[in-house]
Structure formats: C-alpha cells, structure tokens
C-alpha cells in the first residue's frame, strides 16, 4: 500500500464548479500535512499547509481528519487558472524522508 | 530571488554515460532533496542530505550517488546512465526541525537516457 493514495484523476469541471480531492495516507504517527500545486511541465509548489482544525485560504479550504486518515482540499468557484495537478504531501515526523508525496490529482477546468 | 536553482535544464545521455546535476540555493536552508518525477508515479526522493556533511538514501537511491559540497550546493551523479533513469529530476531544499516546513524546488531536469 502507498504510504499517500490520491485519485490521479482527472478531474474535468465547469468553471465556477465546486471540487473536492481527497488523499489518505497510511502512517497514524504522521504530523504535518500540505497540499502543494504543479502546473504542467513545472516544479511544485506550496498551495496550503493542513491544520488540525481545518484552514481556508480564499477559495481553498483544507480539512485534516486523523481519525480517518484523510486529507480533503475543497476548491470553490473554480477558474480556468486552477488547472494543474494537486499533490497531497505527508511529514511523518521522526521519519528521515521528511516529506512524503502522493502521486497527484490533475484537475482541469473547462470554460 | 534565484530560491533554488538547477542545471542543466535537458539533458540527452547514451546508456553508460555518467552525468552530475547541480543544485544550489540561498536560502540558508539546511536540509536539501533529490527527488525524481515519472508519470503516474508521483515525486519520489532519491537522497537528502539533512544538514552540510551529511547525506543519507531515500526511497530509490540505486544508481546515483550524491555530494553536499557545502550548505548551499547538492549534487546528483549518475554514473553509467540507464533507460529507466529517464525522469525528471527535482531538487528542493527546506528548513530543517520545522514539522510545518515548506519545501522549496527548483525548476527540474528532464533527463532521457536512450
């Protein structure tokens, strides 16, 4: 089993389209939790950090439920420059990896 | 604001050639990544170094071999290059005893070995 599972997708949705990943990981002693961006043929980037109690940035809201091992990235109104792929990223503290990522889930928004 | 910076960018090998890639950053970070990118199989980690002096394996070391020449500049050798080194490599540093760090990267090497 992958230590960090995402739908690869894709995801094709509507502009102004509300979308939700989804990602587990496998690890219950894992500590930190982002979701980071890659456009197309780019390096990644950081989109948001997770926090326990939930965090929104704008139009982002992450969501962290440990009992369940899973991390969920709701994107709302969605716009044409949101199309890439997410990555669900997992910090298993006290591992020496640092940071662990999952495969990707590509998303493109259609006008 | 240079962040992370790769070199080369492409780069074409024959099967048994050896090659290094070159990283380097200023953001005083000590921690630094190797990682390799193949479709559908996500980034996967190579080798780190956590701090200046040391290195250590990661996921999918065999093949390369790394140098931690100071704390800005991280190296990735190929020795004898092969097909299934084709991949685009990232490197990416991060601040290290931080559990909400965030890593950094540079912007990638494509690398087709034939």
């Given at each position: 089993?992958?230590?960090?599972?995402?739908?690869?997708?894709?995801?094709?949705?509507?502009?102004?389209?509300?979308?939700?990943?989804?990602?587990?990981?496998?690890?219950?002693?894992?500590?930190?939790?982002?979701?980071?961006?890659?456009?197309?043929?780019?390096?990644?980037?950081?989109?948001?950090?997770?926090?326990?109690?939930?965090?929104?940035?704008?139009?982002?809201?992450?969501?962290?439920?440990?009992?369940?091992?899973?991390?969920?990235?709701?994107?709302?109104?969605?716009?044409?420059?949101?199309?890439?792929?997410?990555?669900?990223?997992?910090?298993?503290?006290?591992?020496?990896?640092?940071?662990?990522?999952?495969?990707?889930?590509?998303?493109?928004?259609?006008? | 604001?240079?962040?992370?910076?790769?070199?080369?960018?492409?780069?074409?090998?024959?099967?048994?050639?050896?090659?290094?890639?070159?990283?380097?950053?200023?953001?005083?970070?000590?921690?630094?990544?190797?990682?390799?990118?193949?479709?559908?199989?996500?980034?996967?980690?190579?080798?780190?170094?956590?701090?200046?002096?040391?290195?250590?394996?990661?996921?999918?070391?065999?093949?390369?071999?790394?140098?931690?020449?100071?704390?800005?500049?991280?190296?990735?050798?190929?020795?004898?290059?092969?097909?299934?080194?084709?991949?685009?490599?990232?490197?990416?540093?991060s601040e290290a005893g931080d559990q909400n760090t965030e890593a950094f990267f540079g912007q990638g090497t494509r690398l087709t070995v034939v």
């Open positions: 089993r992958k230590e960090v599972e995402q739908d690869p997708g894709p995801f094709n949705v509507p502009e102004g389209a509300t979308v939700a990943f989804n990602c587990t990981y496998s690890n219950s002693a894992s500590q930190s939790f982002f979701w980071y961006r890659q456009d197309c043929r780019k390096e990644p980037k950081l989109l948001m950090s997770v926090y326990s109690s939930g965090n929104e940035d704008g139009r982002f809201t992450a969501q962290l439920n440990r009992a369940s091992q899973y991390i969920s990235l709701l994107i709302r109104d969605s716009k044409l420059s949101d199309s890439a792929t997410y990555l669900c990223v997992v910090n298993m503290l006290g591992s020496a990896r640092q940071l662990t990522f999952g495969s990707g889930t590509q998303l493109t928004v259609l006008p | 604001n240079a962040g992370v910076t790769q070199t080369p960018k492409f780069q074409v090998l024959k099967t048994g050639q050896s090659m290094t890639l070159q990283c380097a950053q200023d953001m005083n970070h000590n921690s630094m990544y190797w990682y390799r990118q193949d479709p559908g199989m996500g980034l996967r980690l190579i080798y780190y170094s956590a701090s200046e002096g040391t290195t250590d394996k990661g996921e999918v070391p065999n093949g390369y071999n790394v140098s931690r020449l100071n704390k800005r500049e991280f190296s990735l050798r190929l020795e004898s290059a092969a097909p299934s080194q084709t991949s685009v490599y990232f490197c990416a540093s």
